[in-house]
């Protein structure tokens, strides 16, 4: 009873989300403005609360509990915390969004909180079946978010493409995960790495488990060629959506990917790399050249998205713990690149109209000087240009490439930056070297603003001070 | 202290930042009060600081800030070094600032730039700051470009004008140049000894003195020179030196503080400043002082010389700031850097002074600078003549004036300096102190006595500057009259420390320092020179010539026509410049520009490229179908791939 005690205690985070959700979903029995309201700020608390319940738990060191499947380390912990703060702002940005469009209730947020219940037990899952456990759950909150506005084509079709394809690279990830069971005989991740480093299993056996999680992660990532579902999604969604599931989702596929190609398969190190190294070379140079032909806005950044997926996998291609640090590190940065984007976006579409399209930017330099600086310094972030962090997260990546020796990919992963450059210097373009065809007022929501005002200084502030975060990073996997 | 420090440098930054940015909603008087106070409280710390160090030396500290960056094992850093040298020229350049940020409100009442003036000058007070506390070379570099920026603003602050356009693009086009070099010597500081710290780099000093570096294939020059050569070539461009001098007699476009600020007694300075912060490594080369030596001395007597037929009165203070610089640099190269220090902090009052006065000259006359069109003014402008007289003296190196010490010492000590070229350059530095003598007498008489060739007109309803000018020139006129009294501890004392590093063979200090015996037997001592005499007869010839028989001036100009010319045209550097480099590069930019860039660069590659890519682009997309089975089956495609590749 009182390991039990324990162990409760320990994931008490996660506990405390799981009722916090559900007394949300009750909230949503009620219809009406109230009820929404009261939704929104009980999930504000609710995320506070469970930032503030990881930050306490003290994470100095691992440690385990549910007999080894749920471990508490402070990549956890960082993950989590990451994870709060990126749904709240998430939640921000989006209300006055649906609202304007009478499309909001408390089913939005439940919905949102479960799916960040998901990502924190994928932050703390030790055991295959844990993992598992936390993907099903964040991904099918995701469909039905991305189907959330009902009588919208679009969003029907992008939620159904969605579905299918997540259904297929689920029975690929679970398929792979049960063929390294039935090798190892283990599903703990510690159990697996023990028996691949004590004994030579079946190699062909494995290489072919490892492909197949592989797919399931590079699906979860949207890396070139899992990423099909990604532009579709990102268009068909309404804005808000999108900007969700451009954000939060990230970090979770990165400790996915930390937890079972560092944590259990690090014997395969050799194997998993020349996989990855296809997946990044493809996400890059694919990415990046599509986005260029890219007319509509959400669609560009699909593709951008796809190629800074690339950029994370570069992190985690040499394997080493730098090489992590500076994938943690380029996450969290294009989750807040992300953030900004679209919230960007969100701010500018009105009842009447999405901002989509490309042009639908032209001369906001005259009509919103402020977000058009705001975006200017995001997109010169996503370039990579120095003055912004996005230099920095390159540099980061690249620098842990070249120490381990991956020089040509590091080139090709350059010369594509430049690439890339041309689309978001367009965007620059647009902003302030042409005259918008119509003029429209924007008429934002003063906390949204505050928000995205905040967002955009970080970008310039983590420039001039990135120790702090990269020393962070670096000692979270250290 | 490392706080104290911090608000030193960011005050003027945050007075600039306020000033530059919400100018409009503070309107006039709330740029100058939030800017003068910053600046104000820059020099109370300042002194602070200063007492702490000059009372116990052990006070002296590197200090860490903030990292910045690393990379690849290289420490990025922002840091303080504070020392004797550094908390000198904190005072210099904050109480000299605090004075021009005054001065110029009264100076610039009506210019419709006045939040955007005081925007900059807080901002270059903070860059210069940053320069001088450094305690690693990229913020030195940092604190260079920064000055150079903020100069290259308030030249051409007046950005009307064609001619201010034009100025303002050589000072920065010859800076580049020296900038340049100084970057090539940062990168060889580097590469000998693999860290950017000034205290790291001092310390292997020594022993990399033997060390060779490889210039070209086959050629190879002992490290320490081609350091300090490179280097020097940064400091030849910012402190304005043969032939990298051209620049600075057209800064005077700028408005008249930033004259007085920048381009005498602070920024010019800053080479200087970095000579004699990086004493320790110039003085393992010979080679590279025995070069700073000549160019100073060069300088010092030929701009010294141009000086004499100038006729804009901000002009010939100009050749005289040039002239300066040079006997700062020579001091330099005889390895008597407390000298070129002592030198540099008595210019930098009485020269400030002096151009001061000459802005409250200009400001009286309504913005005439034509000394020829002077005259008389002495009655009218009491205040101002009589400041100006006193950094007159100065500069001349009167007896018991400030000028006089500072000059003097630097005179003595290339003496007995023993380097090639010191002949060469003591000859040159105590001729060049008749011609200083004639040139600022010639500017007091034709701006100050006798009578103005168009007085109805011109000078009839002048009346002297208001107090917010004359104050700061009185309160400039107090330190240029007895800053030299310090000379006992700054240069024979051992005021400076460890701050600078002088060898034993090059004893020219050390020598000079055996035969001070007090203030009395200097000033005694120079009478036997030559240098008080051909003093007094440099002015005894300006008044001879200008009051006397003003028809000799004429005369001269007729009879010595060759070399009137020579002068005038300040010996052909600016035609030589334009004509081979602008013209040249122009020239050569234009092929480059149409052939290369245009055909080469923009037609095949870049636009090939894009086009390229856009094709590419364009033929890809169509593979994202929006069938949901082609999207499947691409996975298994990809499953495919991974097995693949580690099958096969």
Request: net charge neutral.
């Amino acid at each position: 009873m009182e390991s039990l005690n324990a162990d409760v205690l320990m994931a008490l985070p996660e506990v405390f989300m799981l009722a916090a959700a559900s007394v949300v979903l009750l909230i949503g029995l009620y219809t009406g403005r109230a009820s929404e309201t009261l939704a929104y700020v009980l999930s504000l608390a609710a995320l506070i609360t469970t930032a503030v319940l990881v930050y306490s738990t003290s994470a100095s060191s691992e440690s385990f509990a549910f007999g080894g499947m749920y471990l508490n380390d402070p990549l956890a912990q960082a993950i989590k915390l990451f994870a709060c703060v990126t749904v709240a702002a998430v939640l921000m940005y989006a209300r006055p969004y649906l609202q304007q469009r009478a499309r909001i209730s408390a089913e939005f947020y439940a919905l949102g909180l479960f799916a960040t219940l998901g990502t924190l037990v994928m932050a703390s899952a030790h055991n295959f079946v844990l993992i598992y456990l936390g993907l099903e759950l964040l991904s099918l909150c995701l469909y039905a978010l991305v189907a959330f506005v009902r009588d919208s084509r679009d969003a029907s079709e992008a939620a159904i493409k969605y579905f299918v394809l997540g259904a297929i690279a689920s029975g690929m990830l679970l398929y792979g995960m049960s063929i390294m069971y039935g090798l190892t005989g283990s599903l703990d991740l510690a159990g697996i790495n023990a028996y691949l480093a004590q004994s030579g299993a079946n190699r062909i056996a494995l290489v072919f488990a490892l492909a197949f999680i592989v797919v399931g992660l590079a699906f979860k990532f949207g890396a070139v060629p899992f990423h099909m579902w990604v532009p579709d999604v990102y268009q068909g969604a309404p804005t808000a959506i999108t900007l969700f599931i451009a954000t939060m989702p990230k970090l979770a596929a990165f400790v996915m990917a930390i937890r079972l190609l560092n944590y259990g398969l690090q014997e395969l190190l050799a194997d998993w790399q020349q996989m990855l190294m296809v997946l990044t070379v493809l996400s890059v140079v694919f990415g990046n050249v599509i986005a260029i032909a890219q007319t509509n806005i959400k669609r560009m950044l699909a593709y951008s998205a796809i190629s800074h997926i690339g950029f994370i996998l570069l992190g985690i291609l040499p394997g080493t713990d730098f090489g992590y640090a500076a994938a943690l590190f380029y996450t969290v940065i294009y989750v807040l690149m992300a953030a900004g984007t679209f919230g960007v976006l969100i701010l500018l579409g009105d009842r009447e109209r999405e901002m989509d399209r490309l042009v639908d930017l032209k001369g906001l330099a005259k009509t919103s000087p402020w977000f058009a600086l705001i975006m200017m310094v995001l997109m010169f972030s996503m370039a990579g240009v120095p003055l912004t962090v996005g230099f920095y997260a390159k540099l980061y990546v690249l620098q842990s490439l070249v120490y381990d020796g991956w020089l040509s990919v590091a080139v090709l992963a350059v010369v594509m930056s430049v690439v890339g450059a041309f689309y978001y210097l367009r965007v620059v373009k647009y902003m302030y070297f042409d005259e918008a065809d119509d003029v429209f007022q924007v008429q934002p929501s003063g906390l949204a603003q505050a928000v995205l005002s905040v967002n955009g200084l970080l970008v310039v502030a983590l420039f001039i001070f990135p120790n702090a975060l990269l020393n962070y990073c670096v000692q979270v996997l250290g | 202290m490392k706080i104290l420090c911090l608000i030193i440098v960011l005050a003027p930054l945050a007075g600039a930042l306020i000033a530059g940015l919400s100018g409009r909603s503070i309107g006039r008087a709330g740029a100058h009060w939030v800017t003068i106070t910053g600046v104000a409280l820059s020099f109370l710390l300042s002194l602070v600081v200063f007492k702490q160090v000059i009372l116990d030396p052990a006070a002296s500290m590197s200090i860490d800030v903030y990292r910045w960056a690393v990379l690849g094992g290289l420490n990025l850093k922002v840091g303080f070094l504070i020392d004797p040298l550094t908390v000198t020229m904190m005072l210099v350049v904050t109480f000299v600032s605090l004075m021009v940020h005054i001065y110029t409100i009264g100076y610039m009442h009506d210019d419709p730039g006045y939040q955007r003036f005081f925007a900059y000058i807080s901002l270059f007070t903070f860059s210069m700051l940053m320069l001088v506390m450094s305690n690693n070379f990229l913020q030195l570099f940092f604190g260079w470009e920064a000055v150079g920026l903020v100069s290259y603003l308030l030249i051409g602050f007046w950005y009307t004008r064609e001619s201010a356009i034009h100025a303002n693009l050589k000072a920065f086009l010859v800076n580049r140049v020296g900038d340049f070099g100084f970057l090539l010597g940062i990168a060889a500081v580097l590469a000998v000894f693999g860290s950017l710290d000034y205290l790291a780099v001092f310390s292997q000093a020594p022993g990399a003195s033997g060390q060779t570096i490889a210039i070209a294939a086959g050629i190879e020059w002992p490290a320490m020179t081609v350091i300090c050569l490179l280097l020097f070539v940064g400091a030849m461009a910012k402190s304005a030196q043969v032939p990298l001098h051209v620049w600075l007699p057209d800064s005077m476009e700028g408005p008249t503080p930033i004259s007085a600020l920048i381009h005498a007694a602070t920024m010019v300075t800053a080479g200087i400043f970095m000579v004699a912060r990086m004493s320790p490594l110039f003085e393992f080369s010979d080679v590279a002082l025995s070069v700073i030596l000549v160019i100073g001395a060069l300088t010092a007597f030929f701009m010294g010389l141009v000086g004499i037929v100038q006729n804009d009165i901000k002009r010939v203070v100009a050749y005289s700031t040039l002239s300066q610089l040079g006997y700062m640099t020579v001091a330099l190269g005889a390895s008597a850097y407390s000298i070129a220090i002592f030198h540099l902090f008595t210019h930098a009052f009485f020269k400030a002074l002096l151009f001061l006065a000459a802005g409250s000259v200009i400001v009286a006359l309504h913005h005439e600078q034509d000394m020829r069109k002077m005259g008389g003014l002495r009655e009218r402008m009491p205040v101002t003549y009589w400041t100006a007289l006193i950094g007159t003296l100065a500069l001349v190196g009167f007896p018991g004036f400030s000028g006089f010490f500072s000059k003097d010492a630097i005179i003595e000590a290339v003496h007995y300096s023993n380097l090639p070229g010191a002949g060469l350059a003591y000859i040159l530095v105590t001729a060049g102190v008749f011609i200083t003598a004639f040139y600022s007498f010639r500017l007091l008489f034709l701006t100050f006595h006798g009578e103005s060739p168009d007085r109805g007109k011109v000078v009839g309803r002048i009346t002297e500057s208001p107090a917010v000018i004359t104050v700061p020139l009185v309160l400039l006129a107090i330190p240029s009259v007895f800053a030299g009294l310090f000379i006992g501890p700054l240069v024979f004392g051992d005021y400076f420390g460890d701050s600078l590093r002088v060898l034993d063979h090059h004893g020219a200090v050390a020598e000079l320092q055996s035969h001070y015996h007090g203030l009395g037997s200097f000033i005694v001592h120079g009478f036997q020179g030559p240098a008080v005499w051909l003093m007094f007869a440099g002015i005894l010839s300006a008044w001879w010539v200008y009051r006397r028989q003003p028809t000799i001036a004429d005369l001269g100009k007729r009879k010595l026509r060759l070399l009137y010319n020579v002068l005038f045209y300040k010996y052909g550097f600016d035609e030589l410049y334009q004509g081979l480099f602008a013209t040249g590069t122009h020239r050569v930019g234009t092929v480059c520009s149409s052939f290369g860039d245009r055909m080469l660069i923009d037609g095949l590659v870049v636009n090939g490229f894009a086009r390229a890519v856009n094709w590419c682009s364009l033929r890809v997309r169509n593979v994202q179908s929006g069938y949901l089975y082609h999207y499947a089956f691409t996975m298994i495609l990809g499953l495919l791939v991974l097995l693949g590749i580690r099958y096969l």
